[in-house]
């Protein structure tokens, strides 16, 4: 593997023929005319091409807490944009129309100066956000338009699943600036079964991005019977701690049923458990898809107890915090992370 300008090369030559992709931890063999696992990398005269090259799924101005992350300019707004494929294979996917599809006929596509350009002229926009499907998957695209956007003062957000390999991880870290890292379960035969992948690399990635200082959220998704049980939550919650620290942001998602798995949804009483639980380990522990006013989206200053950010569905209001992100009340450094 070797830089260039633009973003590093992964993938080799195999045997005959085949190539190998080096861009996540399932090092596809991919034959002639073939694409590996995500279905949008393609050998194609004996290159892996990324045929979703700029190739635009969802395109929308989204407050910065839908990624979600809440600890990264609260109550900006960031645009987004997604492409087509994923390199799991979830039954139980929220986006399974563009991540387990790579049909892109009739889509809208931008190069990455037009995508920046369109960025740049959005009043009030603090950047472009890498999410709707796995950007992971559309990695030479992502750097591009990265620099590009670092380069006019844009911030950069990648929301993913974090399956990917260390090298290109590292080239990914110079040019984002925050990521919200999807760690479906704490079980390794949980990412086995249900989502054809494994646990250990996305842990890696938690870590690799946590020690990189790069901003830092993670999300699970909780789906009852499958990842819900309270010495699950406690072995996430402590392993984040001591990982990536206890000031990282953990997002408690309620499961609704989708795709493939007609689980019922989850309870509310279950992720309010599961929160508890996780609050002893970690500061910023929230919910979501929970509906109502329940308080569970709320920035609670973890040394006085006062509530410094409030949020209504996508409504923030910044109510406690200096404009250093420290609480007005008892001075504690409540959002690490940048801060309007």
């Known amino acids: ?38 279905g949008v990398r393609r050998n ?7 045929v979703t090259e700029g190739i635009i799924s969802g395109y929308a101005t989204d407050p910065i807490e ?22 799991l294979r979830c039954d139980f996917c929220q986006n399974y129309h563009i991540s ?6 009739g889509s809208r596509k931008l190069d990455p100066a037009e995508l920046v350009r369109q960025a740049d002229a959005v009043t009030g926009n603090i950047g472009i956000a890498y999410t709707y ?19 006019r003062g844009l911030r950069n957000v990648m929301v993913t699943n974090g399956f990917v390999n260390r090298e290109p991880l590292n080239e990914l870290t110079e ?28 842990l890696e990635a938690i870590r690799s991005v946590a020690a990189s200082g790069r901003h830092l959220e993670v999300t699970t998704l909780i789906l009852p019977g499958l990842n819900d049980s309270a010495d699950e939550m406690k072995r996430e919650a402590e392993w984040i701690a001591e990982n990536a620290g206890r ?29 508890e639980i996780a609050a002893e380990y970690l500061d910023y522990v929230y919910t979501g898809n929970m509906g109502g006013d329940n308080g569970g989206s709320d920035t ?13 569905g996508y409504a923030t209001r910044i109510t406690g915090l200096t404009d250093g992100g420290k609480c007005l009340r008892c001075g504690w450094q409540v959002i690490a992370g940048e801060f309007i």
Not at 3 to 27: Q, S
Not at 76 to 81: A, D, E, G, P
Not at 133 to 151: D, L, M, Q, S, T
Request: include cysteine; hydrophobic fraction near 35%.
């Open 100 to 105: 387990q599809n790579v049909t892109t006929g």
């Open 133 to 151: 499907n796995e950007p992971v998957i559309w990695y030479e695209y992502v750097v591009k338009c990265a620099r590009i956007a670092a380069g």
């Open 300 to 312: 609670v200053c973890p040394s006085c107890h006062s509530t410094v950010i409030t949020r209504s």
């Open 44 to 50: 194609s005269g004996g290159e892996l091409q990324l």
């Open 175 to 202: 040019v984002i600036d925050a990521f919200n890292i999807d760690l479906k379960a704490f079980d390794n035969d949980f990412y086995r079964r249900y989502t054809g992948s494994s646990l250990q690399p996305v």
């Open 66 to 87: 839908k990624k979600p992350l809440y600890h990264f300019f609260p109550g900006s707004s960031i645009l987004s944009v997604g492409s087509y494929g994923c390199n």
């Open 247 to 275: 000031k990282v942001p953990l997002h408690l998602s309620r499961y609704f049923p989708v795709y493939r798995r007609s689980t019922p949804a989850t309870p509310p009483d279950t992720i309010l458990k599961l929160r």
């Open 1 to 38: 593997m070797f830089k260039t300008a633009t973003a590093m090369i992964v993938w080799e030559k195999h045997k005959e023929d085949t190539i190998r992709c080096l861009l996540c931890p399932h090092r596809c063999i991919i034959r002639p005319g073939e694409a590996g696992i995500c």
